[in-house]
């Protein structure tokens, strides 16, 4: 059965800014580490490249940071985004540090959407954070008066496990 939904985001606040379609873009990307990943050997390699068990994913590490010196070590735990607030997705080898996950590579590994609005916060150092939103549906499990809301994007997981990744503007 399908059933139509209709998309009416909130009046915008003092902060909350729209943006026009187009503008700002938010991506959501799948995490190259899964929960079905733990108990692999993971290796990094200088260049970034992730290996699995003999297995080489193309993959982003975003902030090169984030890259981690990992040679033959076993993953024993990998916490998904949103679990126990983790905003981005992470594993563990043996020991007891974390590291982020990096995200596949291509077009089918990756989905990107217009944000809807802006919110401009107060920053240090003469610097503004900003957030950013899209507006979502709940869907039809949800009474019609409940459906219609602004998500932050980076509390936003897509479908086929997708997590946000970062925002792009245009040229």
Known sequence: M????L???PVASANRLPVAPGTIRAVWAKPAVTRSDVGKRVTVTENGALILDGEVRSVTWGDRSDLPSLKDAKIERV????QRLVQRSQF???GYKWHHVPYLT???NQTTKDVAFVEMGHGEASSVPARFYIADSRGP?????DTN?????THVKMHDGMEFSHTITAN
């Open 2 to 5: 399908w059933k139509h939904h």
């Open 7 to 9: 998309i009416i985001p």
């Open 79 to 82: 916490l998904d985004s949103f």
């Open 92 to 94: 563990r080898v043996t």
């Open 106 to 108: 291509g077009s089918v």
């Open 141 to 145: 499990k949800f009474d019609v008066y």
């Open 149 to 153: 809301r602004l998500v932050d994007v």
